[in-house]
T-cell receptor, first 115, second 112 residues
């Protein structure tokens, strides 16, 4: 059973370009969470999705950021018109159910560098 | 506001030595507390989970303790190995919430 997969692992973009980060949850998991981690900072929640639904996007900036988890295929975190401040590690996690007791399994992350 | 504070921020020890990492939290209502290990360039991996009624949990050389009254937890690593070099993150979940609160982590370096 493969773990949570994220790609690309490293992404370099110039200011103004778009970044697309992909996350394939563990088999059987229908809940996906995206987090951002800055150096020396803890993981910050961005968005929580189930298949075809955004459940909570309270941690995601209103401008330039969007996320989706289609019926088929991976979850996508899209950042439009990237700026240097978007440089960070973006982690995806998945769980089979939701709730405070359910463990979230993390992917290896995508490290975004904006030049 | 839910918060998780960890100390020390970083720690350097010699291989074979023991160490203890601390976590203080203000998360309400408390549901559970996990310790994660995050290797450089990797995603966090869960080491232990404790609920309100548990005050200790072991996973090999890792032993976590929880004092729900003082809202403190510790992670004790016994006979450290070079592979223990990583960031250790304390994560606390509130009842009824699917979004846990993460500490900033303690960066542990084990030297030969």
């Amino acid at each position: 059973n493969a773990g949570v997969m994220q790609n690309p692992r490293h992404l370099v973009r110039r200011r103004g370009q778009e970044a697309r980060l992909r996350c394939s949850p563990m088999k059987g998991h229908s809940h996906v969470y995206w987090y951002r981690q800055l150096p020396e900072e803890g993981l910050k929640f961005m968005v929580y999705l189930q298949k075809e639904n955004i459940i909570d996007e309270s941690g995601m900036p209103k401008e330039r950021f969007s996320a989706e988890f289609p019926k088929e295929g991976p979850s996508i975190l899209r950042i439009q018109q990237v700026v240097r401040g978007d440089s960070a590690a973006y982690f995806c996690a998945s769980s089979p159910e939701t709730g405070s007791y359910n463990e979230q399994f993390f992917g290896p992350g995508t490290r975004l560098t904006v030049l | 506001k839910n918060q998780v504070e960890q100390s020390p921020q970083s720690l350097i020890i010699l291989e074979g030595k023991n160490c203890t990492l601390q976590c203080n939290y203000t998360v309400s209502p408390f549901s559970n507390l996990r310790w994660y290990k995050q290797d450089t360039g990797r995603g966090p991996v869960s080491l232990t989970i404790m609920t309100f009624s548990e005050n200790t949990k072991s996973n090999g050389r890792y032993t976590a303790t929880l004092d729900a009254d003082t809202k403190q937890s510790s992670l004790h690593i016994t006979a450290s190995q070079l592979s223990d070099s990583a960031s250790y993150i304390c994560v606390v979940s509130a009842g009824g919430s699917y979004i846990p609160t993460f500490g900033r982590g303690t960066s542990l370096i084990v030297h030969p």
